[in-house]
Structures are given as structure tokens and as C-alpha cells.
């Protein structure tokens, strides 16, 4: 700021300020913003600094609110920066002024003017002489129900933005008894609230000395907010010990100041001061919510609170571990588990500082994580999964250090590999708590490994006891349990799992090893054949080969046996649904999973056994579709036997194309056919389906057949109970009835033009519409 700005400054507070000057707010500043309302950002830099006011007044620790700055002439300090707070300083001097009955100090602030508006000049000076009844709830009613309060000022957004605080004041200092002694403190020589005043000189016009502040100001980030309290803190001497002195502490931020700073520049240029906020941010919030969870909280107590933290400015966040967290009763020594944060943090950093590149070597050949992408994302634009994995990292090094002899480099990417293959398989669809119970297992199991060993690794895996797993981690590590077993077992084994969790992305393989028990044993052999076949079908994110047709595959996987309870073993249930059914973007991966407990992969399992040995796929599907025995396929199975004899996949449904979804009801009687994939969207009735295509088979004028397809799960138009979607054949309509009878007769109604209906068994239709 060059030599506009004195050498001289000083610490000063409000009172001092207005005993020396007239304050006057410029035209060119903004409304005072403090008390807008529905701003979520605005409310929780209102509420905090005014939790702060009454802290400070009330014994807490002083509160320095930075540099204010601005134009001094002729005995007028006219603020370049630092409106906002002198104006909420304003605002409480009145309020505590009124409450003790200091009225000398009433009138002196009367220096203290607005020229943004007129209306704002004025509400300065009227409200020196209001009288107020300060039992009651509100003082911004009391206000406008002044004889003087006009329409003007009610459309005046400073004035409503200043009445909003001084509510907010009000309700916070409401209770309090002694404001002679809140007025003294205030009025000071050691005033608990000040502020740094740079007067400045030599600008020939003020408007242009607002301009040019404003273009090349630059206001103190939340992060040197945060470091400035956290400086002052207890928790200074719970981190550096009792006796820990002022340059001790000085050191301690220095780093961050400094050598930490360097780290984050390099990666996030002058975003880096943001970076470095959201990595102490996200840490913290997460050594403490993983805490709260294990600790009995109530996961709708604290899953919204999670989502706030990185939201939270500098103060916000300093009130946030000054007060130890949440206050959950549950969580033992709060402001301990957030000191020890703060503790891993920097010794996490010291050793990120000493590596130009924070990727650690690889020795397993699959790309895992990217130690280096992971620290050079902000922390606060992280995903759930990627939160919980940089966690898992993590904590493993902070413990263990940057591994660099070959046995921990391997032990790490050990452990990596294990992380990865949890976190890619576990669903936390968004939810903080599932996210926070997993932090807790990982960090959980670091605590429980004595040296940075490949073997004691795994041996920990195998012997997690499952019962302290999550209920979306569990799948995966019983999978991850049963793999670290048999690793352990030989290095054939070993090679085999690590080459198969290379191959498919997301290193999923517990189908294979399902698909290869022998008994209580997995049997070797039976792995390595079941791996050759599933790279036959899929490809590595367990979509269909291109080689495989997927029309076969998905007819012949509907002719293996179905275990399920509702018989859909062979289909996907669809998202918001709890009748539709498919393979929808034919995502064969999740029949694939370990989620069910594997009940939904036995069909699979048999279709790897009838192609065991394959060497041409899609003939061998051909095959088994051709030879399927049709008394199989009754009662519930008795909807499968069409979608497998009669190529429906993708069938084109009047204008509309079939998306591979079904709506399934009424003991699997009820089947239609969706253009879309919830029973919202238009879809058409299996039957009536069945009977245009043997009448188009049949060589009739497919011109003049149409299907009529619906929306919605209503089956029949209520006025006569005919049904909503069916076909129409030169001016005859034709329908199936749906009942829940295994063994229905006569269930094809034909609708004149007259409206007169008739009913039919299959061959009676179709020979009916031949005739006409």
C-alpha cells in the first residue's frame, strides 16, 4: 500500500475512535450487509461476531478485529475498510449504552453517521432518542413503531440490516445483569474489543482513495484468521506442553506461515491459503465426527452438522473447536480428540514438506490411489469416497511416516490396496454417516497395527472381526478377510487374487471366489477357471465383452435357476421402485456384488459353470437358450420363458423403444414392459404384447395393427374396465386381463365398435382376428 499507509499504526477501539473523530460511511461503500436476511453465509458471520462481542465483554479472550483503514481529515475518519464492523460496533455501543443508562455516551455517538442514503443519515441520529422497553423480545418492532420510523426508511436496506443485529444483540446480551460493568469494559482504557487503525494521508480526493483501496486492498483470509486465534489459544499448551512459551507458539504457526505454505503454493498457486483452511478444516471434521459416530451418537444428530463445517469461515470454525465441537454428551475429552487433530495435521504436513512429490512407490502393478491427486484436491470439493480414503491414507502414514525401505513400501501399498478395494465397493450414496463409521474402522485398524509389516497387515484383515464393521462395509470385508487368508496361504494364491483385482477395475472379486468353493476351502484350480470365463463375458468394469451379445447373454442368464425369494435373481431392482425390474444400462457389476450376500449371483454362478471351457461364447449362449426345458418355467418363473424363446430386448413398443425394465406384480402375473425405468413411464402389457407380434408373424396387415401403450401402474379404465393398454386392429380393441391366478383361461377381451366386450382364450383371439 505503499506510503499512503502511516508507519504509525495502532490497537484502538470503537470508543476511543469516535472520542477522537467523527466516523462518516462514504457514498461509494455498500450497504451495510451484517444484518441481511435469508443469506446463510451472512447469518453465521453475524451470529458469530456477536457471540464474540459477548464473550470478550464477558471475561473471554480480547477480540481484535483486524485493520480498519481509511481516510482522516479535518478531525473526519472516513473508513476505506473495516464499514461493516465499525458499523456493527456502533450498533452494540448503543445497545449496552441504552441498557446502563450512560446517555453522555448516547450523544457521542452521535459522530457516527452514514452518507450512503439520507434515510440512513437520519436513522443515526433519530435513534439517540428512542425509548425502549427492554423486557420485551424485539427492538426491531419497538423501532418502526416510532411516530418518525416513515416508508422511506423501511425500504432503506441499511437501516433494516442494522435493525436485524440489533435484535440479534439484543436476544444475546438479554439476560445479562450488570451493564454498568458491560459500559466500563466498553469505555476503557483496556477495552476487550479493538481493532488495527491505519489512518491514511495524502489522497486529494477520498472517492478516489475508496477506489483505489478497494481495487488493491486485501483483507485477511479465514485461514490467518484462524491461525491469529488458534495462536491465542488453550490449545497451544494441550499441543506444545504446559510451559509452553510466546515464541514456541510463534514457531508453531511460523510453519504454516512458512514451510507448510510453500507445500500448498506449489499445488494450489494463490489459492492456497483456501487449501490449507480446508485441509485443517476437513481433518479436523473428520477426527471428530468419525469420533461422534463411534462414540453413540445419533447419526440425524450430527449428519447435517458434518456438512456445515466446511462452510464455516475462519472465526466460525475457531468458535467451532474453541467450544470443543458440538457439545455432544456422548463424545469423552472433545477439545483433546481436536488437539490431537491438530497435532496429526502438522506432523502429516512436516512430512508431505520433505517430499517434492507425495506419491509413494508402487509394488503392486494396478493404480490405486495417487498420493500427490489426493493432497492437490481441496479438501472442502472432496467426495464422501475420496474423504474416506485420503483419511485412510493418511492416518497410516501419520503413524508410520513416508514409507521408503523396500519392506514398508510394500506394507503400504499393502494397505493401500485393502482401502481401495473397501472404498470403491462400499456404497455411502452421499451419506456423512456411513462416511463417518468408515473413517472409524480404518483408523480403528492403524491403532491396532504394530509396524508397518505386509504380514501383519493382512493377518489383522483376516482376523477383523466383522461384528465392528459398518453395514455397507461389510460386504466387501468379509470378501477382503477371505482374500488376506489365502494370501497368506501361498504365493500362488496371492498372484492369482492380485491379477484378478487387476484385471476388473474395481477389484471386486468375490464372485470368483464364491463361484470357487470346494466345501468350506476355495479350490485353486476352480478360481483360475472361473476367472478365464469371466474375462470371456466381461470386460474390466463388468460390462459385456464386445464380443458377447448381450441379448443372448441376458436370455441365457434368465434360463439358470433363480434362488431369489421373487424369483428376480436375474434382474436389477430399480432406484425409487419396489416393482420394477431390469437390466437397465445393463450393469451386470451389481449381480456381480457381495451386497446380497451373494444370493443374487447363484444364477450367474450356474451360467459360469455351463461355460466352463467355452471357447466360442455366444454359441454356447445360443445353446443353452435353444435346450431350456419350458415346464421349468411356471408359477412365479412363468414370465421368464417369453424374454428367453422371443428376442424382447430392445424391442421396439409402438413409437416407443422397451428399456429393458419390467414392473412385476401380482405374483408375477402383472408384467409390463417400460419405455423407461420406473412404472411412471409408458409401458406395455406382456400378453398383448406377445399376441402382435404372432399376429404380425402371421403375415396380417401390421399397418393397421397398433399397440396402445399407458402410464402409470393403473391396469383398466375405470369407466368399463376395459384395459388401458392393448391393441387395435381394424376398429376392434383388444386387452388381457391380469389376474393372480397361476392358471388363468380366457383372459383376451375384445372391444367392438359398438363398446360391446367379449372374452377369449389365447387361440381363440388369434383366430378371431385372422377372420376379420
Not at 478531525?75 to 446517555?103: A, C, E, M
Request: aromatic content about 14%; charged content about 30%.
Amino acid at each position: 500500500m505503499n506510503d499512503q499507509i502511516n508507519e504509525t499504526n495502532s490497537n484502538k477501539s470503537f470508543w476511543k475512535l469516535i472520542n477522537e473523530y467523527e466516523i462518516k460511511i462514504p457514498q461509494l461503500q455498500r450497504d451495510y450487509a451484517q444484518g441481511r436476511q435469508n443469506d446463510a453465509a451472512i447469518e453465521q458471520i453475524r451470529d458469530a461476531l456477536i457471540a464474540e462481542f459477548y464473550d470478550a465483554l464477558n471475561g473471554g479472550n480480547k477480540l481484535v478485529l483486524n485493520f480498519i483503514y481509511g481516510d482522516v481529515r479535518d478531525d473526519v475518519f472516513t473508513p476505506i475498510d473495516g464499514q461493516q464492523r465499525l458499523t456493527s460496533l456502533f450498533l452494540l455501543h448503543w445497545y449496552i449504552f441504552k441498557r446502563s443508562g450512560f446517555n453522555e455516551g448516547v450523544e457521542l455517538l452521535g459522530k457516527f453517521s452514514y452518507l450512503t442514503r439520507d434515510t440512513s443519515r437520519r436513522f443515526c441520529e433519530r435513534i439517540k432518542d428512542v425509548e425502549l422497553d427492554f423486557t420485551k423480545d424485539n427492538i426491531k418492532e419497538q423501532i418502526e413503531d416510532t411516530f418518525w420510523f416513515s416508508g422511506n426508511f423501511k425500504s432503506d436496506p441499511t437501516i433494516q440490516s442494522m435493525l436485524v443485529v440489533l435484535d440479534v444483540i439484543h436476544s444475546t446480551f438479554i439476560n445479562l445483569d450488570d451493564f454498568e460493568f458491560i459500559k466500563n469494559a466498553l469505555i476503557g482504557d483496556e477495552c476487550p474489543i479493538i481493532f488495527l487503525w491505519l489512518p491514511m494521508e495524502d489522497f486529494n480526493n477520498s472517492d478516489d482513495l475508496y477506489i483505489k483501496m478497494n481495487a488493491r486492498g486485501k483483507l485477511l483470509t479465514d485461514f490467518e484468521i484462524f491461525k491469529a486465534k488458534l495462536q491465542n489459544s488453550q490449545y497451544m499448551e494441550m499441543i506444545l506442553g504446559e510451559d509452553v512459551s510466546a515464541h514456541d507458539k510463534v514457531v508453531y504457526i511460523s510453519n504454516y506461515n512458512n514451510r507448510f505454505a510453500e507445500l500448498f503454493y506449489s499445488r494450489f498457486q494463490n489459492k492456497f491459503d483456501d487449501a490449507m483452511m480446508a485441509f485443517v478444516q476437513t481433518y479436523i471434521r473428520d477426527d471428530y465426527y468419525s469420533k461422534a459416530s463411534e462414540s453413540g451418537v445419533p447419526q440425524k444428530d450430527y449428519r447435517d452438522e458434518y456438512k456445515k463445517i466446511v462452510k464455516m469461515n475462519g472465526s466460525v470454525f475457531f468458535r467451532f473447536i474453541a467450544a470443543g465441537g458440538n457439545g455432544y454428551s456422548q463424545v469423552v475429552k472433545p477439545k483433546q480428540i481436536i488437539a490431537h487433530s491438530l497435532m496429526k495435521i502438522n506432523l502429516l504436513l512436516e512430512i508431505f514438506s520433505e517430499h517434492e512429490s507425495l506419491d509413494i512407490r508402487k509394488t503392486i502393478n494396478k493404480n490405486y490411489y495417487s498420493e500427490e491427486k489426493i493432497f492437490s484436491k481441496n479438501s472442502s470439493d472432496m467426495t464422501f469416497e475420496e474423504t474416506v480414503a485420503r483419511y485412510a491414507l493418511f492416518e497410516y502414514i501419520y503413524k508410520f511416516g513416508y514409507p521408503t525401505l523396500e519392506p514398508e513400501v510394500e506394507a503400504y501399498n499393502n494397505w493401500k490396496r485393502f482401502v481401495y478395494n473397501m472404498v470403491r465397493n462400499t456404497d455411502f450414496g452421499g451419506r456423512p454417516e456411513d462416511s463417518c463409521e468408515a473413517m472409524t474402522v480404518f483408523r480403528n485398524l492403524v491403532d491396532a497395527l504394530g509396524s508397518p509389516a505386509k504380514k501383519e497387515i493382512l493377518q489383522l484383515i483376516e482376523s477383523f472381526d466383522l461384528s465392528k464393521s459398518t453395514a455397507e462395509m461389510k460386504h466387501q470385508l468379509r470378501e477382503e478377510k477371505d482374500k488376506a487368508k489365502l494370501i497368506i496361504k501361498s504365493e500362488a494364491w496371492e498372484c492369482l487374487i492380485i491379477n484378478a483385482e487387476e484385471y476388473f477395475t474395481d477389484g471386486q472379486i468375490g464372485f470368483l471366489m464364491s463361484f470357487s468353493l470346494k466345501g468350506d476351502d476355495f479350490d485353486i484350480a476352480m478360481f483360475e477357471k472361473n476367472f478365464d470365463t469371466a474375462k470371456k463375458l466381461f470386460n474390466p468394469s463388468k460390462n459385456l465383452n464386445e464380443s458377447c451379445n448381450s441379448s443372448l447373454f441376458e436370455r441365457a442368464l434368465l434360463a439358470m435357476k433363480d434362488e431369489t425369494k421373487g424369483h428376480t435373481g436375474h434382474l436389477l431392482k430399480q432406484k425409487n421402485s419396489t416393482t420394477t425390474w431390469g437390466f437397465y444400462q445393463r450393469d451386470y457389476g451389481k449381480l456381480l456384488s457381495n451386497r446380497d450376500g451373494g444370493i443374487k449371483r447363484n444364477a450367474m454362478h450356474y451360467l459360469f459353470e455351463k461355460l466352463e471351457d467355452s471357447s466360442n461364447v455366444n454359441s454356447d449362449l445360443n445353446t443353452i437358450i435353444d435346450s431350456v426345458d419350458d415346464t421349468v418355467f411356471v408359477g412365479k418363473d412363468a414370465w421368464k420363458l417369453p424374454f428367453i424363446k422371443n428376442d424382447l430386448f430392445g424391442i421396439l413398443l409402438g413409437r416407443f423403444k422397451f428399456r429393458n425394465c419390467i414392473h412385476l406384480n401380482n405374483e408375477n402375473q402383472e408384467i409390463l414392459l417400460l419405455a423407461g425405468t420406473t412404472v411412471r413411464s409408458y409401458s406395455m402389457e406382456l400378453n398383448t404384447l406377445l399376441l402382435s407380434e404372432k399376429l404380425r408373424a402371421s403375415g396380417i396387415n401390421s399397418g393397421k395393427l397398433q399397440l396402445h401403450m399407458y402410464m402409470t401402474g393403473e391396469l383398466y379404465d375405470p369407466k368399463d374396465g376395459f384395459p388401458l393398454r392393448y391393441l387395435s386392429y381394424k376398429g376392434y380393441k383388444v386387452g388381457y386381463y391380469i389376474t393372480n391366478r397361476l392358471e388363468p383361461t380366457k383372459l383376451f377381451c375384445l372391444k367392438d365398435s359398438r363398446d360391446n366386450i367379449s372374452q377369449y382364450d389365447d387361440n381363440e383371439i388369434f383366430d378371431k382376428i385372422l377372420k376379420m
